[in-house]
Structures are given as C-alpha cells and as structure tokens.
C-alpha cells in the first residue's frame, strides 16, 4: 500500500468514525443523557456531523482520482459509478442531517459548571438550570429521532460500499449489524465521557449502569458478526496469518478485545467506588479509563478502514509467516498416535488438577508445579503434530487444473524434470543415478500428501539435502511462476494416470479438468459452470458422436455430457480447445490415440469419479446405476493432510 492508498484508508476510516460518533452521540441523547448535558450533547453532534461530510468528501475525491486518475474524473465517478452514487447518497443524508440537531446553545446560569457535591461542607449544589428550549417539547424529540434514522441509513449504507455488499446480501446484513453495534458502544463513549463531569457522582454511576445493557448487548452483536466476516472474508487460519488482510484483522480484533477489558474494568470496578469514600477520585480514574478506551476504539476503526482498502485474505495467497504448520501424519502410525494421545492425556489431566485446585483455594502451588513438569515432560511429544513450512506452504494452483496447464506442464517435463525422475515419473532417471538422495517417485500416492504450495516451494527453491547442499536444484531461474504451476498440473494429473493403470482408481478425488466448451444453446463457457449437474464426459470421434448412449433425464439430478471432440450433437456439450483430447489422455493413463471410447463420470460437485476403459461403459442402465451411485454417495471435499490439494 502506497502512501496515497494509505491516506485514502487513513480518511475513510476517520469518516467511519465521524459516523460511529454521530449515530453513538444521538443514541446516547435518546436514551440515557440527562437534560443538563443535552447541550453538550448537540455540539459532539454538531462537531461529529460536520466531521463526516468533511471526510466523506475528502474521501470521495481521493477515491475519484484513484479511480479516474485526476480529479476530473469526480462527476464521472459520483454519476456512474455504484461507489460514487452510494457515497453521494451518505453526503446528502448528512446535509438533511444537521438541520435537525438541536442548537448547541450553552447551558444557562450554570454554563459549564460541574453541579457536583463540594469537596467541602457536602452540601447538595444548587439545581442546574432549565435545559433551552432547542432542547425540550415533543417537536425536538421527534427530531431527534428522526435524525437518529437518518444518521443510522447513512451508518449502515458502509455495507453496501465495502466487502460486504460485493460478496451477498447475507454478509452485508451482518456488516450493518457490526456497523450500529460499533457506533451503539464505540460511538457512545465521547457522550458518556462529557456526561460524568456534569453529574453528581451517584448519577454518574446511575448512567455508567443503564448503559452497560446496551454495551453488552452491542459487543455480543459485534463479537458475532465479526466471526461471520472473519470466516468469508479471511476464510482460513492461513490466511489470518499470511495476508495483510489478515494480520490487520488479528490487529483488530486484539484492540476490541482490549477495549473489552477497560469496559469490564470501568463497570465491574470503578463505577462501584464512586458509591464509596473518595467518590471524585473514583470519576477521575473513571473518565481516564473511558478516555483510554475511546482512544482504543478510535484506533479500532482505523484498522477497519484500512481493512477496507485491502483485498480480503480470502482471495490472496497466504505467506505462512512459521516455520512449522499443524499436521496429522503422525497420527497415520500406532506408535507415534499413542505417544500423541498418551501426552495430550496427561497434559490434560494436570491441567484439570490446577484448575480444580484453584477452585478449591487449597494446594495451589503444588498443583502448578505439577502442571508444568507435566507439560515441560509430555509437551515435546505434541511436537509430533507439526511438520516443516515454508512461506508457500498453504498456496493453492491458480491455474484452475486446466487441460492448457496440465499441456503445458507435459511439454515443459521431459527437459526439466525426466533426466532425474525418469520418462514415466518412477525416480529412475539417468542424471539421478549419482545422486546421493534418490530423486521421488512421482508415480506413488505420497505426492498426494504435499500441498500444491509445497511442491511450487520446491520447484522453486530446490529440496534441501539434510547433509548440505541441495537434493533438487530450484527452477526460478529457468522457469516462470506460470510455469512451475503447469508443472505440478502435470506431474498430478501423470501421477493419477499411472494410478488408476495399476490400481483401477484414482489414488485421490481430483477436480475434472476445466476447459473452454461449446453447447447447443450457449448454456455454458467453460466446464466448470457444469457443476450441479453430473457430467459424462465422452472420448468419441466424430463419426461416433451418434453412438453416444441417451441417458434420459433422472429425479434428483440433472445430467450433462460433455464430449471431448468438438462437435456437439442432440444439444450436448463439446470441447472448444484441442487440448481436451490429449489432457484427459493423461489422466486416464493412455496414450492419445487410445483414448476413444472412454467415458468418465464427473459427480455434481465436480469430482471425477469413474472411469470406464474404451468398449466397458456398456449400456444407458450401467451409466444411469453409476450416476446414481456418485451423486448417492459424495465425497469429502478435503482429503488427505488438512489440505484440499484439488481446489484449484
């Protein structure tokens, strides 16, 4: 992020926060403020309103000549663009806004002055003055809350312009939950924090107490729905580590959750002390606890806004910042399983000690000594469950396991990789005789037990040799990232070909292989808008296509058949690339000009699932019973070592 887009962030997230500071100062004077500090309350909004057109103009150009590149281009922007039009829309709610706050008249004969009790004589102070009228009669109230609508629409349309309205109605309703919590508790501090210095400290503590109900219920509300953005807009622990995206949010959710704690703190013990002996020392350490968490909040929505300027970690390779990653492998051996439950066990059972010993209130210090030699002993077997990373560890083939890669990656083998790990892939290649490591066998199931991230490492960097040196040299300097990633298409799709030669089956699910299509109609581009359908995808030559079996429609599933020649006949489906032909070749294993009259069968979820060599498909009632059965029987998603090798 350069430092025009940060200053962009900086003033969008001060505008989120003009908003927050609004919408929080006329809940606050809607529900809990007390006529003597209404006045007060007016100017916060004043100020507060005034702020956020300021910004939200600010921002709206900076984001103009982002998009247009010069200033010019704002008209344009605030015209044809949802962004422009969405953020005008606020701008205009704003100015009707303002009209209807209460004048910020000054309070009367009392001014500024604190109607507290005296520090001495403890005489009760004299009665504050009526509020102004700007500030009495039902006409103000009803606007007031009108305003309170407005600023509220203008608060929640944030959804629509960030994230969350790009991805779906449901995200963007829990965004403009998220959005009126933050401004309900966050927003509300300011009114808070000017209303203590005005009151008594036996109201001040009434106030601190109604407004704990709508803080809880505004940080449950918050709690809540950022679990739900975090899970699709992050999406996985990998990417709330390895993008920024990610580490803004951990950042962020660190702030709320010490902005939690000075919220407990100021309900749960200082508002107590101000009903005791020193109750004007008790409201200073309150109000600075207050300033402290403003101040937090403040940066809270700072992080937001930096947040929506960032891709979100969704869409973004993760660099894994560890040098290990979690893995279940060891649980694969009865040895190593037993040592890993054996050591959790124990673990576990000191810890239960410590914790019953602290409810007890006896044997405290015994019982922690315990716990710690039992976890100092045991902890190392839990290492079991971690496994060398890298940072490309949990990057996934962006190359959609296309037929194009997977050609790609065959043609670019037999000169970078067949000298070591032979023609066929066995580890039996001539320059890897010599070697002191013998190269892998790229034929076996154990490929399928690293990740797509893993292997690019590898191609990219060279495997290390545990002596010194390197086992496999790096390819950067010869190979495009493209490249490489070609490259792992095809050393997966060979590997299932060779499998399903010796065993008949594919050792893991894998994608079918996307690619460009033609239907009759123009239902489809590419073949992976086939899914939710299951897919019979035919090698036939063109003057077979009449031989095709029909399979008629069938209850519960929709069927498509994709042939693999083009040429598309009774409104099916057919190859708009000659690369089909020789891709699905190699992952059945044949050669290409052996490859016609094989059918596969590709399930509603995409997953290639049968394949039936040429003259075994039969007839239409063997491949209606075998569409049955992939569509009867789904398969998990996510196979192998915590990772979907096949998402691509």
């Excluded at 629509?160 to 965004?175: C, K, V, Y």
């Excluded at 703190?265 to 402290?292: E, H, V, Y």
């Excluded at 037990?449 to 290390?464: A, C, K, M, N």
Aim: charged share 15%.
């Amino acid at each position: 992020m350069d430092g025009f887009a940060l200053a962009t962030a900086i003033l969008r997230g001060l505008h989120l926060a003009a908003l927050l500071s609004l919408f929080g100062t006329l809940v606050f004077a809607v529900t809990l403020a007390p006529p003597v500090v209404q006045a007060r309350l007016a100017r916060l909004a004043w100020v507060s309103a005034g702020a956020a057109l300021v910004t939200g103009a600010g921002w709206l150009i900076l984001e103009a000549e982002a998009i247009g590149g010069t200033l010019a281009a704002l008209p344009v922007v605030v015209t044809g663009t949802r962004f422009g039009q969405l953020v005008t829309l606020r701008l205009v709610l704003l100015a009707v806004v303002v009209p209807l706050l209460p004048l910020p008249l000054r309070e009367g004969a009392g001014g500024r002055g604190r109607p507290e009790v005296a520090a001495t004589g403890g005489a009760s102070p004299a009665r504050p003055p009526p509020p102004t009228p700007s500030h009495t009669g039902r006409g103000n109230i009803v606007r007031r809350l009108v305003a309170l609508f407005l600023s509220a629409v203008a608060l929640v349309l944030q959804a629509a312009i960030g994230h969350a309205g790009a991805t779906g109605t449901g995200l963007a309703i829990s965004e403009s939950l998220h959005l009126l919590a933050a401004g309900a508790w966050l927003g509300a501090l300011l009114p808070l924090l000017i209303t203590l210095p005005a009151l008594p400290a036996s109201d001040a503590a009434r106030i601190c107490e109604r407004f704990t109900p709508i803080g809880l219920a505004a940080v449950l509300v918050l709690g809540g729905t950022g679990i739900v953005q975090g899970l699709q807009l992050i999406g996985s622990i990998p990417a709330l580590f390895g993008t920024g995206y990610g580490r803004i949010a951990l950042l962020k959710a660190g702030l709320f959750l010490l902005a939690l704690a000075f919220a407990a703190r100021n309900r749960l013990s200082l508002t107590d002390r101000l009903a005791g002996a020193a109750p004007d020392r008790a409201k200073r350490q309150l109000r600075r606890s207050i300033t402290a968490e403003t101040a937090i909040g403040l940066l809270i929505v700072l992080a937001a806004g930096l947040l929506a300027s960032l891709p979100p970690g969704v869409h973004e390779q993760p660099d894994w910042p560890f040098p290990d990653r979690f893995s279940l492998v060891a649980m694969e051996d009865p040895d190593l399983r037993q040592e890993v439950i054996l050591a959790t066990a124990v673990i576990a059972g000191g810890l239960c000690v410590l914790a019953a010993s602290l409810i007890w209130g006896r044997f405290r210090i015994p019982a922690a000594l315990l716990a710690a030699s039992l976890t100092f002993w045991w902890g190392p077997s839990l290492g079991l469950l971690l496994v060398e990373a890298y940072p490309t560890s949990f990057y996934t083939s962006p190359t959609g396991f296309a037929v194009t890669s997977i050609l790609r990656g065959q043609a670019l083998y037999p000169a970078h990789c067949a000298g070591c790990h032979g023609a066929t892939g066995q580890g039996n290649g001539a320059d890897g005789a010599h070697l002191r490591i013998r190269p892998a066998d790229l034929t076996e199931p154990h490929l399928w037990g690293h990740s797509d991230g893993e292997l690019f490492w590898w191609l990219t960097h060279g495997v290390d040799d545990p002596e010194g040196g390197l086992a496999m040299p790096g390819f950067a300097d010869r190979l495009s990232a493209e490249d490489r990633w070609a490259l792992i298409d095809a050393i997966r799709a060979r590997n299932l070909g060779a499998a399903i030669q010796a065993e008949g089956t594919w050792p893991q699910p894998v994608l079918a292989p996307d690619l460009p299509i033609q239907c009759t109609g123009g239902v489809a581009a590419q073949a992976s808008q086939l899914r939710g359908q299951a897919v019979i995808v035919v090698a036939d030559t063109a003057s077979a296509l009449a031989a095709t079996p029909v399979v008629p429609p069938q209850d519960g599933f929709p069927i498509a058949v994709l042939h693999l020649r083009q040429g598309a006949a009774r409104g099916d489906c057919a190859a708009a690339t000659p690369d089909a032909w020789p891709a699905y070749a190699i992952l059945a294993g044949l050669p290409p000009e052996r490859l016609a009259g094989t059918v596969f069968l590709v399930d509603p979820a995409g997953w290639l699932r049968t394949l039936w060599p040429p003259g075994e498909a039969g007839d239409t009632t063997q491949l209606i019973a075998g569409l049955r059965s992939i569509c009867e029987h789904p398969i998990d998603p996510s196979p192998g070592d915590g990772h979907d090798h096949h998402h691509h």
